[in-house]
């Protein structure tokens, strides 16, 4: 068996500097991977780009870290909650409480990257005098017999060398407390004893010393056969904590025996590592050891090699075997390498070994882990070897610092530093902000991370809030608009929602919120009357912008040109027009004055046809409406509105009939009034929300209110949500450059999932096969009577702010009367009243 101390190098800490007891002195950072999931083959090659310049810079022996570890639920709500104060909002504070078990038994987990780079090395004396020190006693010496020259020259060595790889990583300086939770983390892995993740800030101490427990690493589990075998006969270490031995963990090293022969294609083909996600009930993590050679080097060692293989033909040229032809071969292939250095003179060649660690609670849990990945990584031509024999000496690779063990050179690969970039090892498929309510899990990462969509942080932060959604009928669109509507609502925003169902889904979910108010255009309780809803300034502009359309004119030509000219200040306060029945009235007088043209006869007689079809417009005795409600339903189900192909086709829309006129601007007016209300500075967030989107995206008004939310939303803490089955046709000019947070749920239909595809930014010509999963692998209706199951409802893509394009699945509220409350429908819950 085999002991921490002769395994765990470090001697010393100092904040992110590990002094080992070899001497050697490395800096440690968290690594930012980059985004990757489903985005496009060029910013792919962005990404691989970035490695091509970490690889080429880091110093000898440098380690790369990918752990898996659970997240902590309490830090999953911390996030939930920034930004929001739980005495103000006690509905959200419900929600997060809610959500406590909810997240727990999701047992989400997450992937921790971090760089470990040799800066130097310690002076002889002074590192030896604390090697004795630490030997003799239990626990790690704090550094402070370093002088703060010497740390600052180690530091400067650490920034340069950081400088030279760039900041697309965003290396992060680990604190010390790191080294021993990742040693407990190694020591547990998999097991019930496996710490959480420090994800957040604080979570580790600052400390400058560390303890690092003792454990035994029984190599083949001998402890556990009663036949003593050999170690090396079975690859797992079985590591055993003396104050933990009820709680083992069995752990089984692997590591590329080859590659293809042909090479890896990238994208798709060499992203090697992307395979170690999803497996459950085990934690995999994953280790690489770097050494690079320029290419004059390489050059250099080339030429030599390629004088022994001219020798070695030589001496067998009257050899009759298959010797000679491996000798053309490998010839050929050298060649052929020696030109690719020749002709990229900034390439490098890079020498490196891969261990990808796997723990269970159990040997038979681990070895199926281990079977599983063997066989994942056939597709990708690789195969993988767990050397017998060789397990503690891969285990202690992982360990930052540690010295270089005969199996690290044993299992190590050369390639050039291109082809090394591919396989682009810190890169992620999170998708979603870093704080804000939990709405999902991302199904993509295969570790279930909640998605958190921060719509109301995005504002504070100077970030566009507002979203789109798109799917078929019964995807769950209305579902994912009603569920960010009550979490807006419950962290104490408003909203305004436009319900267009004939049962009243939304009338039906307000019914749930404490001060809601229900309106229903064709039998109105407010006006929508613009000239007493809007200030005096504009009062005229915004009537014009409606009555115009709606009367069929032109603003610079007859009876036009006569109601541009009335509803100026001027013509305002000279006919005292305070509302549109008065203004109205004022055109019938002025129709009957000789001295006026026959303009206002014709705007009198326009305007006749709908003063008494409308009272929402003209019935001055209806108070205004007021948006300073928590929630806002307003009902359009009696209002006849045109098709998105009526709108945007001339010859259609110049026909379109009175009544689909007065639905469009009614329709209008309700978003212009959400614009006024919500686009001002009154401290409260505000949410519009259209699931008729080409009601606001196809028009002139429409799309001046899509335009001004998704501009100017972030300035005064607003959003517009916006629902379509079409995103090709409805998801136009702001709706499509401004919108940054997309969500594609099931479409069936060929066409349209192409267009969800291509809106959500997927190149299908890179990946077609995408195409398939989004038509028949999200929230499949495979049920009884052709039903989502209901652990698959809620499936969907998401693109976010940031671009990262992945999936996931909604969960919806946490609180059960808020899922009922969303989840069901009228209709339904009416036919359950009737049995009853």
């Known amino acids: 068996m085999a002991f921490d101390r002769d395994l765990q190098p470090t001697a010393a800490i100092r904040g992110n500097l590990q002094f080992t007891h070899s001497g050697l002195v490395t800096a440690n950072y968290f690594i930012s991977p980059l985004g990757y999931g489903l985005r496009k083959a060029s910013d792919k090659y962005d990404v691989k780009m970035a490695h091509h310049a970490l690889i080429n810079h880091l110093p000898n022996g440098s380690l790369l870290l990918g752990i898996q570890a659970r997240l902590n639920t309490l830090d999953v709500l911390s996030k939930m909650v920034e930004g929001v104060d739980l005495d103000e909002c006690e509905d959200y504070a419900d929600e997060v409480v809610s959500s406590f078990e909810r997240v727990r038994s999701i047992v989400p987990q997450t992937r921790i990257y971090l760089l470990s780079i040799p800066v130097g090395a310690a002076s002889a004396t002074g590192m030896s005098t604390l090697s004795r020190v630490w030997r003799g006693s239990t626990t790690t010496i ?20 950081l400088s030279r790889i760039g900041g697309d990583f965003e290396p992060t300086p680990v604190p010390a407390a790191l080294f021993q939770w990742l040693w407990e983390h190694y020591l547990s892995r998999g097991a019930a004893g496996d710490p959480i993740a420090p994800t957040r800030a604080g979570t580790l101490d600052d400390a400058t010393a560390a303890v690092f427990r003792s454990a035994a690493l029984d190599e083949g589990a001998q402890a556990d056969s009663n036949h003593r075998l050999r170690p090396s006969f079975v690859p797992v270490v079985k590591v055993v904590q003396p104050d933990f031995e009820f709680m083992p963990s069995y752990q089984s090293m692997l590591t590329p025996h080859s590659f293809p022969y042909a090479g890896m294609t990238f994208p798709g083909g060499s992203e090697f590592l992307n395979v170690l996600e999803g497996l459950g009930n085990v934690t995999v993590d994953w280790g690489i050891r770097v050494s690079t050679r320029s290419a004059d ?16 033909m030589d001496q067998r040229d009257q050899e009759v075997s298959f010797a000679q032809n491996t000798l053309m071969s490998k010839a050929q292939m050298l060649g052929e390498y020696n030109q690719h250095f020749e002709v990229n003179g900034a390439e490098s060649e890079v020498s490196f070994t891969t261990v990808i660690a796997v723990g269970g609670a ?3 849990v681990t070895m199926d882990a281990v079977n599983t990945l063997k066989r994942r990584y056939k597709r990708f031509q690789i195969d993988l ?4 024999g060789a397990q503690v000496d891969l285990w202690s690779m992982l360990i930052p610092g540690s010295q270089s063990r005969r199996a690290f050179d044993d299992y190590a690969h050369i390639v050039p530093s291109d082809m090394w970039a591919g396989f682009v090892p810190f890169i992620t498929s999170q998708i979603g902000d870093d704080s804000g309510p939990v709405i999902g899990v991302n199904l993509m990462s295969g570790n279930f991370e909640p998605i958190h969509f921060g719509i109301m942080e995005a504002a504070l932060h100077d970030l566009s809030a507002s979203f789109a959604v798109t799917g078929e009928l019964g995807s769950g669109k209305s579902y994912f608009l009603k569920l960010i509507a009550v979490l807006v609502h419950d962290m104490g925003g408003q909203f305004l929602a436009i319900d267009r169902s004939q049962v009243g889904e939304w009338e039906h979910f307000a019914t749930s919120i404490d001060d809601a108010v229900i309106i229903d255009l064709a039998n109105p309780i407010v006006s929508l009357d613009p000239l007493r809803l809007f200030d005096p300034r504009i009062a005229g502009e915004r009537t014009l912008d409606s009555l115009l359309p709606l009367l069929d004119l032109s603003p610079t030509s007859g009876a036009g040109a006569a109601a541009s000219n009335l509803l100026t200040p001027r013509g305002i306060a000279e006919h005292r027009i305070r509302s549109l029945l008065d203004m109205f009235q004022a055109v019938r007088r002025l129709a009957e004055d000789p001295q006026y043209g026959p303009e206002f006869a014709d705007l ?3 305007m006749g046809t709908i003063v008494d079809r ?17 929630a806002t339903v307003v009902r359009s189900h ?26 469009t601007a009614l329709y209008e007016l309700v978003g212009v009034a959400a614009r006024e209300a919500f686009l001002t500075d009154n401290g409260r967030f505000g949410l519009l929300v259209g699931d008729e989107a080409h009601h606001f995206t196809q028009t002139q008004v429409g799309s001046s209110v899509t335009s001004d939310f998704s501009r100017d939303g972030r300035k005064h803490l607003a959003a517009i949500g916006l629902a379509s089955h079409d995103p090709a046709a409805d998801f136009q000019g702001a709706a499509h450059n401004l919108i940054p947070n997309r969500f594609v749920f099931r479409q069936r239909d060929e066409t349209l999932a192409r267009n969800s595809l291509e809106w959500l930014g997927v190149d299908l010509d890179e990946a077609p096969f995408l195409l398939q999963v989004l038509r028949e692998e999200t929230s499949p209706p495979i049920g009884p009577g052709r039903q989502v199951p209901e652990e698959r409802r809620g499936e969907m893509f998401m693109r976010d702010a940031l671009n990262r394009i992945g999936r996931g699945k909604v969960l919806g509220p946490a609180r059960s009367d808020r899922a009922a409350a969303i989840t069901s429908t009228p209709g339904a819950m009416r036919a359950l009243d009737r049995r009853a």
């Open 604 to 606: 009198a007689a326009r």
């Open 142 to 161: 704090d550094a402070t017999a370093l002088s703060r020259a010497e740390l600052d020259a180690y530091q400067d060595k650490a920034d340069e060398i």
């Open 385 to 388: 070897t767990a050397p017998v």
């Open 297 to 312: 080097q390489v050059l250099k060692h080339n030429e030599t090699s390629l004088r022994r293989l001219g020798e070695q």
């Open 362 to 364: 159990s040997r038979d």
């Open 614 to 630: 409308v009272p929402v417009l003209f019935d001055p005795k209806l108070p205004t409406l007021r948006l300073d409600a928590a």
């Open 638 to 663: 009696n209002l006849a509105l045109p098709s998105a192909e009526e709108l945007t086709t001339p010859h259609l829309y110049a026909r379109l009939p009175l009544t689909k006129r007065l639905g």
